[in-house]
């Protein structure tokens, strides 16, 4: 499976999709351009998530809306990719199994 570089390792992923997280909060920024009068105003939908480091730190984890979608939907996609992995693996056993089967045991039909 190819993923996407600039995702962070797929770990962190899953942690952070293991994490509780709140509704979709909207937010607007605003932002002052360096010496003009001019304001700029963006609106922003996240959402928020704390994770416990230790006793004694907590932090608050923001995320834009649509990156944790693109987060779960690496998890999901891993995890796809994992089961078809695993039904290929258990399909070359099973053919492994009954050639070796047939092989040495040719009377029985390759069942024992």
């Known amino acids: 499976m190819q993923r996407d570089p600039h995702l962070p390792p797929p770990e ?17 920024i605003t932002t002052y351009p360096e010496g003009g009068p001019c304001v700029k105003r963006r609106r922003n939908f996240s959402v928020f998530a704390e994770a416990a480091f230790g006793t004694d730190h907590i932090i608050e984890i923001e995320l834009p809306e649509d990156g944790l979608a693109v987060l779960r939907a690496d998890v999901e996609a891993r995890r796809a990719a994992d089961e078809v992995n695993d039904r290929r693996s258990r399909e070359r056993d099973t053919a492994f199994a009954e050639a070796y089967l047939q092989t040495q045991y040719p009377r029985l039909g390759g069942a024992v």
């Open 12 to 28: 962190v992923c899953d942690w952070l999709c293991s994490l509780e997280w709140s509704e979709v909060v909207p937010s607007t």
